[in-house]
C-alpha cells in the first residue's frame, strides 16, 4: 500500500502528534484498555523501551492532551471529541495497515534528524 492511500485524517495526526513508533504504540496501547491505569513499570514491559524513554513518550502524551497523569499512573483520556475520533481512526487504520503508518513515522523522523544536522557545526567546516 502506497503511502498516499493512508487516509488524510491519519496522515494529518500522525504529522501533528507523532514523532515515533513508540508514541503510537504507547497511545493505542493505553487506548486499548481505557478502564485501566498505567505505571510506567507495566508500560515499558509491554513496549519493550527503557524507563527514560517510556517517561518521555508518557510524558509527550499528556502535554498532547491524550493522556492524564494521576498519582504516577497513567490514563487514556482525550482532551476533546475531535483528539478521540481521530485517534480512533489512527488505531482502525493501523490494526490493517501496520507497515504503511510505521514507514510514514519512520520518514518523518529522517525528515526531521536530516533538519536538525543541517545546523550542526562540523569540525571541517
Not at 475531535?82 to 480512533?88: E, F, M, P, R, S
Not at 513515522?105 to 544536522?117: L, P
Request: glycine share 2%; charged share 35%; aromatic share 8%.
Amino acid at each position: 500500500m502506497a503511502r498516499a492511500e493512508i487516509p488524510k485524517q491519519v496522515r494529518r495526526f500522525i504529522a501533528k502528534h507523532i514523532d515515533s513508533v513508540g508514541e503510537l504504540e504507547a497511545l493505542l496501547l493505553l487506548r486499548s484498555a481505557p478502564e485501566e491505569v498505567w505505571d510506567v513499570p507495566r508500560i515499558m514491559s509491554r513496549l519493550y523501551i527503557d524507563e527514560a524513554e517510556t517517561t518521555r513518550i508518557l510524558d509527550r502524551l499528556c502535554r498532547s492532551g491524550f493522556l492524564v497523569l494521576i498519582d504516577k499512573r497513567y490514563e487514556y483520556r482525550c482532551r476533546t471529541q475531535d483528539l478521540q475520533q481521530a485517534v480512533d481512526a489512527v488505531a482502525e487504520f493501523y490494526a490493517r495497515h501496520l507497515i504503511p503508518i510505521t514507514n510514514m513515522i519512520h520518514a518523518k523522523s529522517r525528515r526531521i534528524r536530516e533538519f536538525a544536522d543541517a545546523f550542526r557545526f562540523r569540525k571541517d567546516s
